[in-house]
């Protein structure tokens, strides 16, 4: 009876550790971030770089993104393509009316799309 009830304590006080701990990692998502659902991610990685990103921001880590640099780091990518096919690259990064771009980074990936005529 007193080995049971010591069991019996044990598995209620690791239970609620277990909970106490859960908890402190229970946050809910940042405005503007994704959830930690562990689906596409895995969530105690997501949870640990979530904390890491939002650490870095209070200390004015994230500088904002310089749309031009963004662009010219694009383009150079498409310097690596094959001549006949750096073009259509370009056009895909600067769009323009016959461009879409669909999908998240989330999702697998963004997909930049242009339609070129051929005559």
Known sequence: ???ALRSCSAALLAAGSL?????AFAVGPAPGSLPCDGVMQDRNAC???RGAAADMARRGAFPAPDAAALQQNALARCERQPASDREAC???VVGGASSSVTGSVLGGGVIR???TPVR
């Open 47 to 49: 949870l640990r770089e």
């Open 113 to 115: 799309q242009a339609e």
């Open 19 to 23: 909970f106490a701990a859960s908890s």
């Open 1 to 3: 009876m007193k080995n």
């Open 90 to 92: 370009e056009a895909r």
